[in-house]
Protein backbone atom coordinates (compact mmCIF):
# COMPACT_ATOMS: atom_id res chain seq x y z
CA UNK A 1 0.00 0.00 0.00
CA UNK A 2 1.24 3.89 -0.49
CA UNK A 3 2.27 5.32 2.39
CA UNK A 4 3.26 8.85 3.00
CA UNK A 5 4.54 10.77 6.09
CA UNK A 6 4.84 14.13 6.67
CA UNK A 7 7.08 15.18 9.56
CA UNK A 8 7.86 18.87 10.53
CA UNK A 9 5.39 20.18 12.00
CA UNK A 10 5.39 22.13 15.47
CA UNK A 11 4.44 25.43 17.46
CA UNK A 12 6.22 28.74 16.11
CA UNK A 13 5.68 32.10 16.80
CA UNK A 14 3.55 34.74 14.60
CA UNK A 15 6.01 35.59 11.44
CA UNK A 16 8.39 31.92 11.84
CA UNK A 17 8.80 29.41 9.81
CA UNK A 18 8.79 25.88 9.44
CA UNK A 19 9.85 23.36 6.64
CA UNK A 20 7.32 20.51 6.49
CA UNK A 21 8.58 17.10 4.94
CA UNK A 22 6.38 13.99 3.21
CA UNK A 23 8.46 11.04 2.55
CA UNK A 24 6.77 8.36 -0.05
CA UNK A 25 7.19 4.29 0.49
CA UNK A 26 5.36 1.80 -2.02
CA UNK A 27 4.70 4.39 -4.74
CA UNK A 28 7.68 5.76 -7.46
CA UNK A 29 7.07 9.83 -6.12
CA UNK A 30 7.71 10.70 -10.16
CA UNK A 31 4.71 8.73 -11.11
CA UNK A 32 2.44 11.18 -9.28
CA UNK A 33 1.83 14.84 -8.52
CA UNK A 34 2.54 16.11 -5.03
CA UNK A 35 0.25 18.04 -2.71
CA UNK A 36 0.02 19.99 0.76
CA UNK A 37 -3.38 20.20 2.15
CA UNK A 38 -4.52 21.54 5.68
CA UNK A 39 -7.76 21.06 7.82
CA UNK A 40 -8.27 23.69 10.61
CA UNK A 41 -10.74 22.67 13.27
CA UNK A 42 -14.21 23.44 11.83
CA UNK A 43 -13.01 23.96 8.45
CA UNK A 44 -13.22 22.16 5.43
CA UNK A 45 -9.77 20.65 3.82
CA UNK A 46 -8.26 23.26 1.99
CA UNK A 47 -5.77 22.48 -0.51
CA UNK A 48 -2.90 24.57 -0.34
CA UNK A 49 -0.14 23.77 -2.67
CA UNK A 50 0.62 21.08 -5.47
CA UNK A 51 3.87 19.87 -7.58
CA UNK A 52 3.27 18.27 -11.25
CA UNK A 53 5.43 15.11 -11.97
CA UNK A 54 7.14 16.88 -14.65
CA UNK A 55 7.69 20.28 -16.15
CA UNK A 56 8.07 21.94 -12.89
CA UNK A 57 4.38 22.78 -12.59
CA UNK A 58 3.20 23.88 -9.20
CA UNK A 59 0.30 25.28 -7.67
CA UNK A 60 -0.11 27.61 -4.32
CA UNK A 61 -3.24 28.86 -2.80
CA UNK A 62 -3.76 32.19 -2.98
CA UNK A 63 -3.66 32.41 0.67
CA UNK A 64 -0.13 31.16 0.68
CA UNK A 65 1.58 32.58 -2.11
CA UNK A 66 4.45 34.05 -1.55
CA UNK A 67 4.70 32.57 2.46
CA UNK A 68 4.86 28.98 1.33
CA UNK A 69 6.70 27.19 -1.00
CA UNK A 70 6.26 23.34 -2.63
CA UNK A 71 9.11 21.47 -3.72
CA UNK A 72 10.04 18.12 -4.40
CA UNK A 73 13.06 15.41 -4.81
CA UNK A 74 11.79 12.33 -6.24
CA UNK A 75 15.45 10.49 -6.31
CA UNK A 76 14.30 11.36 -2.32
CA UNK A 77 10.86 10.21 -3.00
CA UNK A 78 10.31 13.29 -0.95
CA UNK A 79 8.37 16.21 -0.85
CA UNK A 80 8.30 19.39 1.20
CA UNK A 81 6.77 22.42 2.06
CA UNK A 82 8.38 25.77 3.45
CA UNK A 83 6.51 27.85 5.37
CA UNK A 84 7.29 31.36 6.08
CA UNK A 85 5.83 34.42 7.50
CA UNK A 86 3.46 32.15 9.34
CA UNK A 87 0.16 33.86 10.85
CA UNK A 88 -2.36 32.57 13.59
CA UNK A 89 -4.82 31.69 10.97
CA UNK A 90 -2.40 29.27 9.42
CA UNK A 91 -2.61 26.46 12.48
CA UNK A 92 -3.89 23.41 11.10
CA UNK A 93 -3.28 19.48 10.60
CA UNK A 94 -1.54 19.37 7.11
CA UNK A 95 -1.42 16.40 5.48
CA UNK A 96 0.49 15.32 2.06
CA UNK A 97 -0.86 13.60 -0.58
CA UNK A 98 -0.81 11.41 -3.84
CA UNK A 99 -2.54 11.89 -6.73
CA UNK A 100 -2.05 9.77 -10.00
CA UNK A 101 -3.01 10.95 -13.71
CA UNK A 102 -2.32 14.67 -12.30
CA UNK A 103 -0.95 18.14 -13.71
CA UNK A 104 -1.08 20.90 -10.99
CA UNK A 105 -0.15 24.49 -11.95
CA UNK A 106 -1.36 27.81 -11.17
CA UNK A 107 -4.59 27.09 -13.06
CA UNK A 108 -5.58 24.09 -11.03
CA UNK A 109 -8.84 23.09 -9.39
CA UNK A 110 -7.97 21.25 -6.41
CA UNK A 111 -10.72 18.83 -5.00
CA UNK A 112 -10.20 16.02 -2.86
CA UNK A 113 -10.79 13.54 -5.58
CA UNK A 114 -7.81 13.88 -7.24
CA UNK A 115 -5.69 12.34 -4.46
CA UNK A 116 -6.21 8.60 -3.66
CA UNK A 117 -3.30 8.59 -0.99
CA UNK A 118 -3.36 10.74 2.34
CA UNK A 119 -0.81 10.80 5.17
CA UNK A 120 -2.08 10.82 8.80
CA UNK A 121 -0.73 14.87 9.05
CA UNK A 122 1.56 16.75 11.45
CA UNK A 123 0.10 20.00 13.09
CA UNK A 124 1.49 22.82 12.88
CA UNK A 125 0.61 25.59 15.76
CA UNK A 126 1.09 29.55 15.32
CA UNK A 127 1.38 31.09 19.14
CA UNK A 128 3.02 34.24 20.72
Known amino acids: QVQLAESGGGSVQPGGSLRLSCVASKLAMNRYAMAWWRQAPGKEREAIAC????????FHANSVKGRFTISRDNAKNAVYLQMNSLKPEDPALYYC?????????????????????WGQGTQVTVSS
Open 97 to 117: AAGAMLYCDSDYSPTTADFGS
Open 51 to 58: ASSVDGAT
